[in-house]
Protein backbone atom coordinates (compact mmCIF):
# COMPACT_ATOMS: atom_id res chain seq x y z
CA UNK A 1 0.00 0.00 0.00
CA UNK A 2 2.76 2.10 0.99
CA UNK A 3 4.34 1.84 -2.70
CA UNK A 4 0.89 2.46 -3.81
CA UNK A 5 0.52 5.95 -2.22
CA UNK A 6 4.27 7.42 -2.78
CA UNK A 7 3.65 6.76 -6.28
CA UNK A 8 0.12 8.91 -6.09
CA UNK A 9 2.11 11.68 -4.12
CA UNK A 10 5.10 11.56 -7.04
CA UNK A 11 2.66 12.26 -9.66
CA UNK A 12 0.89 15.02 -8.31
CA UNK A 13 4.29 16.52 -7.64
CA UNK A 14 5.86 15.87 -11.23
CA UNK A 15 2.26 16.83 -12.82
CA UNK A 16 3.52 20.64 -11.54
CA UNK A 17 6.29 21.03 -13.55
CA UNK A 18 4.96 22.97 -16.32
CA UNK A 19 1.79 24.15 -14.82
CA UNK A 20 1.64 28.23 -14.44
CA UNK A 21 0.81 29.42 -11.00
CA UNK A 22 -2.85 30.02 -11.82
CA UNK A 23 -3.05 26.69 -12.93
CA UNK A 24 -1.35 25.21 -9.73
CA UNK A 25 -4.07 25.81 -7.65
CA UNK A 26 -7.82 25.52 -7.67
CA UNK A 27 -10.42 27.14 -5.59
CA UNK A 28 -13.71 26.11 -4.35
CA UNK A 29 -16.21 27.32 -1.84
CA UNK A 30 -13.44 30.29 -0.50
CA UNK A 31 -10.67 28.04 -0.02
CA UNK A 32 -7.41 27.06 -2.12
CA UNK A 33 -5.97 23.56 -3.13
CA UNK A 34 -3.03 22.34 -5.32
CA UNK A 35 -4.49 21.40 -8.54
CA UNK A 36 -2.45 18.52 -9.02
CA UNK A 37 -3.60 17.05 -5.71
CA UNK A 38 -7.38 17.42 -6.00
CA UNK A 39 -9.34 18.49 -8.79
CA UNK A 40 -12.69 20.99 -8.48
CA UNK A 41 -14.75 17.48 -9.19
CA UNK A 42 -13.26 15.53 -6.05
CA UNK A 43 -14.00 19.09 -4.22
CA UNK A 44 -17.74 18.29 -5.52
CA UNK A 45 -17.65 14.91 -4.66
CA UNK A 46 -16.80 15.61 -1.35
CA UNK A 47 -20.25 15.99 -0.32
CA UNK A 48 -21.31 12.21 -1.27
CA UNK A 49 -18.31 11.38 1.90
CA UNK A 50 -20.26 8.79 4.25
CA UNK A 51 -18.46 10.05 7.87
CA UNK A 52 -18.59 7.58 10.40
CA UNK A 53 -18.91 7.77 14.34
CA UNK A 54 -16.16 6.06 15.15
CA UNK A 55 -13.85 7.98 12.84
CA UNK A 56 -11.05 9.38 13.93
CA UNK A 57 -11.13 13.08 12.19
CA UNK A 58 -8.43 15.52 12.68
CA UNK A 59 -9.24 19.40 11.51
CA UNK A 60 -6.43 21.56 11.03
CA UNK A 61 -4.95 25.04 9.08
CA UNK A 62 -2.75 23.88 6.92
CA UNK A 63 1.17 23.04 8.14
CA UNK A 64 -0.07 23.29 11.73
CA UNK A 65 1.15 19.57 12.90
CA UNK A 66 -1.83 17.77 11.26
CA UNK A 67 0.92 15.03 9.74
CA UNK A 68 2.37 14.79 12.98
CA UNK A 69 -1.13 14.30 14.87
CA UNK A 70 -2.61 11.39 11.81
CA UNK A 71 0.56 9.36 12.65
CA UNK A 72 -0.33 9.49 16.83
CA UNK A 73 -4.37 8.76 15.67
CA UNK A 74 -2.82 5.69 13.29
CA UNK A 75 -0.92 4.31 16.27
CA UNK A 76 -4.19 4.89 18.38
CA UNK A 77 -5.99 2.92 15.91
CA UNK A 78 -3.41 0.26 15.69
CA UNK A 79 -4.27 -0.92 19.48
CA UNK A 80 -7.30 -0.93 18.89
CA UNK A 81 -7.54 -2.66 15.47
CA UNK A 82 -5.28 -5.07 13.98
CA UNK A 83 -6.76 -4.29 10.81
CA UNK A 84 -4.53 -1.00 10.85
CA UNK A 85 -1.14 -2.68 10.46
CA UNK A 86 -0.92 -1.54 6.86
CA UNK A 87 -1.31 1.41 5.27
CA UNK A 88 -4.19 2.46 2.95
CA UNK A 89 -3.48 3.95 -0.45
CA UNK A 90 -5.61 6.76 0.22
CA UNK A 91 -4.30 9.95 0.43
CA UNK A 92 -4.81 10.84 4.29
CA UNK A 93 -5.90 13.84 3.27
CA UNK A 94 -9.69 13.93 2.99
CA UNK A 95 -9.50 17.06 -0.20
CA UNK A 96 -7.23 14.66 -2.04
CA UNK A 97 -7.29 12.42 -5.25
CA UNK A 98 -10.02 11.58 -7.76
CA UNK A 99 -13.34 12.16 -7.31
CA UNK A 100 -14.21 7.94 -6.88
CA UNK A 101 -12.08 8.19 -3.34
CA UNK A 102 -14.65 8.56 -1.22
CA UNK A 103 -16.55 5.40 -2.61
CA UNK A 104 -13.26 3.11 -2.41
CA UNK A 105 -12.73 4.83 1.66
CA UNK A 106 -16.47 2.72 2.02
CA UNK A 107 -14.31 -0.03 1.99
CA UNK A 108 -11.40 0.73 4.36
CA UNK A 109 -11.90 -0.91 8.03
CA UNK A 110 -12.63 1.33 11.20
CA UNK A 111 -11.69 3.19 12.79
CA UNK A 112 -10.59 5.14 9.41
CA UNK A 113 -8.10 8.07 10.06
CA UNK A 114 -8.07 10.86 7.87
CA UNK A 115 -7.22 14.92 8.09
CA UNK A 116 -9.09 17.74 6.89
CA UNK A 117 -8.25 21.43 6.69
CA UNK A 118 -11.60 22.68 5.65
CA UNK A 119 -14.07 24.96 7.13
CA UNK A 120 -16.60 23.92 9.76
CA UNK A 121 -19.29 24.77 6.86
CA UNK A 122 -17.79 23.11 4.62
CA UNK A 123 -17.65 19.55 6.01
CA UNK A 124 -19.88 17.20 4.74
CA UNK A 125 -23.51 16.67 6.07
CA UNK A 126 -22.62 13.25 7.40
CA UNK A 127 -20.17 14.39 9.95
CA UNK A 128 -22.78 15.70 11.59
CA UNK A 129 -25.21 13.54 10.86
CA UNK A 130 -23.09 11.01 12.21
CA UNK A 131 -21.65 13.16 15.15
CA UNK A 132 -18.17 12.12 13.89
CA UNK A 133 -15.79 13.32 16.57
CA UNK A 134 -12.93 15.96 15.60
CA UNK A 135 -10.42 16.77 16.66
CA UNK A 136 -9.44 20.34 15.97
CA UNK A 137 -5.66 21.09 15.66
CA UNK A 138 -4.47 24.75 15.73
CA UNK A 139 -0.81 26.45 15.56
CA UNK A 140 0.65 29.68 16.72
CA UNK A 141 0.12 32.03 13.99
CA UNK A 142 3.62 32.86 13.72
CA UNK A 143 5.03 29.46 13.53
CA UNK A 144 2.20 28.41 11.08
CA UNK A 145 3.50 31.22 8.68
CA UNK A 146 6.87 30.24 8.58
CA UNK A 147 6.38 26.61 8.18
CA UNK A 148 4.12 27.16 5.31
CA UNK A 149 6.39 29.51 3.35
CA UNK A 150 8.89 26.93 3.18
CA UNK A 151 6.65 24.11 2.45
CA UNK A 152 5.19 26.31 -0.29
CA UNK A 153 8.83 26.88 -1.71
CA UNK A 154 9.76 23.30 -1.16
CA UNK A 155 6.18 21.61 -3.29
CA UNK A 156 6.20 22.31 -6.73
CA UNK A 157 2.68 22.08 -6.51
CA UNK A 158 2.23 25.16 -5.11
CA UNK A 159 3.48 28.74 -6.69
CA UNK A 160 6.46 30.05 -4.81
CA UNK A 161 7.70 33.02 -3.16
CA UNK A 162 11.50 34.32 -3.55
CA UNK A 163 11.86 35.77 -0.07
CA UNK A 164 10.06 35.48 3.54
CA UNK A 165 9.09 39.42 3.12
CA UNK A 166 6.98 38.43 -0.11
CA UNK A 167 4.95 35.70 1.32
CA UNK A 168 3.92 37.74 4.73
CA UNK A 169 1.64 39.77 3.17
CA UNK A 170 0.56 36.70 0.70
CA UNK A 171 0.32 35.20 4.08
CA UNK A 172 -2.01 37.89 6.16
CA UNK A 173 -4.54 38.30 3.24
CA UNK A 174 -5.35 34.76 2.63
CA UNK A 175 -3.60 34.55 -0.68
CA UNK A 176 -2.21 31.23 0.10
CA UNK A 177 -2.41 27.82 -0.42
CA UNK A 178 -5.58 26.58 2.15
CA UNK A 179 -7.34 29.40 3.24
CA UNK A 180 -6.87 32.74 5.26
CA UNK A 181 -5.80 32.14 9.46
CA UNK A 182 -7.52 34.01 10.94
CA UNK A 183 -10.82 33.45 9.03
CA UNK A 184 -10.44 29.39 10.13
CA UNK A 185 -9.54 30.33 13.58
CA UNK A 186 -12.48 32.82 13.68
CA UNK A 187 -14.94 29.73 11.95
CA UNK A 188 -13.60 27.01 14.48
CA UNK A 189 -13.82 29.40 17.53
CA UNK A 190 -17.54 29.32 17.18
CA UNK A 191 -17.55 25.65 17.90
CA UNK A 192 -14.50 24.73 19.91
CA UNK A 193 -17.37 24.20 22.62
CA UNK A 194 -19.27 21.70 20.58
CA UNK A 195 -19.95 18.01 22.16
CA UNK A 196 -18.40 16.25 19.38
CA UNK A 197 -15.14 18.97 19.15
CA UNK A 198 -11.94 18.60 21.13
CA UNK A 199 -9.49 21.60 20.73
CA UNK A 200 -5.32 20.80 21.04
CA UNK A 201 -3.07 22.96 20.01
CA UNK A 202 0.62 21.90 18.69
CA UNK A 203 2.67 23.49 21.27
CA UNK A 204 1.11 21.95 24.41
CA UNK A 205 1.76 18.38 22.59
CA UNK A 206 5.15 19.44 22.21
CA UNK A 207 5.29 20.49 25.95
CA UNK A 208 3.60 16.89 27.21
CA UNK A 209 2.95 14.37 24.49
CA UNK A 210 1.97 11.49 27.12
CA UNK A 211 -0.27 13.97 28.52
CA UNK A 212 -1.96 14.96 25.00
CA UNK A 213 -2.10 11.12 23.85
CA UNK A 214 -4.04 10.68 26.57
CA UNK A 215 -6.43 12.90 26.04
CA UNK A 216 -7.01 12.39 22.41
CA UNK A 217 -7.82 9.05 23.10
CA UNK A 218 -10.11 9.50 25.86
CA UNK A 219 -11.87 12.01 23.48
CA UNK A 220 -12.29 9.24 21.04
CA UNK A 221 -13.09 6.55 23.64
CA UNK A 222 -10.41 4.27 23.01
CA UNK A 223 -9.10 2.25 25.54
CA UNK A 224 -4.90 2.57 25.68
CA UNK A 225 -3.03 0.93 28.32
CA UNK A 226 0.34 3.19 29.55
CA UNK A 227 2.43 1.12 27.78
CA UNK A 228 0.85 2.13 24.62
CA UNK A 229 0.67 5.43 25.22
CA UNK A 230 4.81 5.30 25.74
CA UNK A 231 5.09 3.95 22.45
CA UNK A 232 2.88 6.19 20.86
CA UNK A 233 5.53 9.16 22.30
CA UNK A 234 8.47 7.04 21.59
CA UNK A 235 7.71 6.98 17.87
CA UNK A 236 6.11 10.38 17.62
CA UNK A 237 9.81 12.21 17.90
CA UNK A 238 10.38 14.67 14.99
CA UNK A 239 13.21 12.84 14.06
CA UNK A 240 11.57 9.22 13.94
CA UNK A 241 8.09 10.70 11.80
CA UNK A 242 10.68 12.20 9.62
CA UNK A 243 11.86 9.10 8.71
CA UNK A 244 9.14 7.21 8.72
CA UNK A 245 7.56 9.90 6.15
CA UNK A 246 10.23 9.52 3.67
CA UNK A 247 9.31 5.37 3.70
CA UNK A 248 5.70 6.22 3.49
CA UNK A 249 4.93 9.26 1.47
CA UNK A 250 8.42 9.36 -0.63
CA UNK A 251 9.89 12.73 -1.77
CA UNK A 252 6.61 14.33 -0.50
CA UNK A 253 7.34 12.73 3.29
CA UNK A 254 10.88 14.55 2.87
CA UNK A 255 8.86 18.01 2.00
CA UNK A 256 6.50 17.49 4.93
CA UNK A 257 9.26 17.77 7.81
CA UNK A 258 11.69 20.78 8.51
CA UNK A 259 12.57 21.55 12.10
CA UNK A 260 9.48 20.92 14.26
CA UNK A 261 10.36 23.84 16.64
CA UNK A 262 8.35 26.16 18.45
CA UNK A 263 9.76 29.66 18.24
CA UNK A 264 11.21 29.81 14.69
CA UNK A 265 9.48 32.60 13.52
CA UNK A 266 12.18 35.20 15.89
CA UNK A 267 14.12 34.33 12.96
CA UNK A 268 11.83 35.63 10.19
CA UNK A 269 9.74 38.35 11.18
CA UNK A 270 10.65 42.32 11.12
CA UNK A 271 9.63 44.55 13.98
CA UNK A 272 7.23 46.22 11.70
CA UNK A 273 5.40 42.21 10.51
CA UNK A 274 5.12 41.47 14.68
CA UNK A 275 2.67 44.48 15.25
CA UNK A 276 1.07 43.53 12.05
CA UNK A 277 0.28 39.96 13.38
CA UNK A 278 0.00 41.01 16.80
CA UNK A 279 -3.20 43.45 15.78
CA UNK A 280 -4.28 41.21 13.53
CA UNK A 281 -4.66 38.16 16.54
CA UNK A 282 -6.06 41.16 18.71
CA UNK A 283 -8.67 42.16 15.93
CA UNK A 284 -10.09 38.64 15.58
CA UNK A 285 -9.02 36.46 18.78
CA UNK A 286 -8.47 38.61 21.22
CA UNK A 287 -10.89 37.44 24.60
CA UNK A 288 -11.84 33.95 22.68
CA UNK A 289 -11.35 30.43 23.89
CA UNK A 290 -9.51 29.88 21.06
CA UNK A 291 -7.01 32.85 21.99
CA UNK A 292 -6.46 32.28 24.82
CA UNK A 293 -5.98 28.30 24.46
CA UNK A 294 -3.35 29.29 22.03
CA UNK A 295 -1.44 31.35 24.51
CA UNK A 296 0.03 33.99 22.26
CA UNK A 297 1.53 36.16 24.66
CA UNK A 298 3.62 33.08 25.61
CA UNK A 299 4.40 31.92 22.17
CA UNK A 300 4.10 34.93 19.98
CA UNK A 301 5.89 37.90 21.93
CA UNK A 302 9.36 38.20 22.18
Excluded at 9 to 14: K, L
Excluded at 54 to 64: E, H, Q, T
Aim: glycine share 6%; with cysteine.
Amino acid sequence: MAVQLISKFDAAINAATDLSDEELLVSCDGMTYPSTFTSLETLQALESFEARSDDLMVVGYAKSGTNWVVDILKGLAHTVSLSHTEESAEFPYLEFGDPKKYERMKKLPSPRVYVTYRYYSLLPKSVFKNKTKMLVLFRNPKDTAVSLFHFTNKLPSLPSFSSWDEFFPAFMSGKVGCCPYFDFAIDWNKHIDDENVMLITYEELKENMAVGVKRIAKFFGLSVTAEDIHSIVEKGTFQTMKEDSRNKLGAFGDMLFRKGTVGDWTNYFSEAQNQEMDAKFEECLGGTKLGAKLKYDVYCKK
